[in-house]
């Protein structure tokens, strides 16, 4: 993993694109932050780009790494109840092997209108097709999450991209009903269209030439309307009760 995360960070340094799409996205995420100065942490920080923009987070994952500050289990966190201001998560839901202890865990710590923000891939018509012809992530629509599950050790790279799908799109209800309690959901936003996709991601060769980056930044926008049917993430928000 750590081999992998080393290649990304390389290619973060030398990908514009990539610069250029994440740089909006981690604006959006810290503009609906909690504000009042208490914690962020990002789990699942990966190659660590986002503090760049955000210094003062915790940046986390399972596995150590130098460029991070801490290591732990999603599903275990090491802070104390109700001392969290906001947990940043970007393409990590989708990898998590109990998404329902995760989010009651997620309750435990966060402190009162404290939020979750999550940035996740998003199945709808066009990236379906798309997701299954170039990613190697599976989208599993018909698994269950609600019920309990036994522990397991899980290889942290496995995942089913349909998991934020499940949960906050075609069972949200189910969830909402889980946890009346403790979140009520702010947001549940879909974006992304052909920039990030076009843009080879972070395995593949970019198919936009850098001086050609504004002009498919105005198309993204102006095909926002057909989000329903292109998006290739979903951006969503839950604030603790």
Not at 115 to 132: A, D, N, T, W
């Amino acid at each position: 993993m750590d081999d992998v995360l080393k290649r990304h960070k390389n290619t973060w340094n030398e990908k514009k694109i990539l610069r250029v799409i994440y740089a909006d996205w981690y604006k959006k995420i810290i503009s609906d932050l909690k504000q009042g100065g208490g914690k962020t942490v990002e789990l699942g920080s990966g190659s660590g780009n986002f503090k760049e923009f955000k210094p003062d987070i915790i940046s986390s994952d399972v596995d150590p790494c130098e460029w991070l500050d801490m290591c732990f289990d999603a599903h275990k966190m090491p802070f104390e109840n109700g001392t969290i201001s906001n947990i940043v998560m970007i393409d990590v839901l989708h990898h998590l092997s109990d998404p329902i202890r995760f989010f009651e865990e997620c309750a435990r710590v966060l402190e009162k209108n404290g939020r979750v923000v999550m940035l996740e891939p998003f199945p709808s018509f066009f990236s379906s097709i798309i997701y299954r012809i170039f990613h190697p992530e599976p989208f599993l629509k018909n698994v269950e999450y609600f019920e309990k599950k036994e522990e397991k050790n899980k290889d942290p790279w496995d995942s089913n991209q349909a998991i934020p799908w499940i949960l906050f799109f075609k069972n949200i209800e189910k969830w909402e009903k889980k946890f009346e309690n403790e979140f009520k959901v702010m947001r549940r936003e879909k974006l992304s269209f052909i920039l990030y996709p076009l843009s080879g991601g972070f395995e593949n060769k970019s198919m936009i030439p850098e001086f050609l980056i504004p002009v498919f930044q105005c198309i993204e926008t102006f095909l926002t309307p057909f989000k329903s049917l292109l998006a290739f993430r979903c951006y969503i928000i839950i604030e603790r009760k």
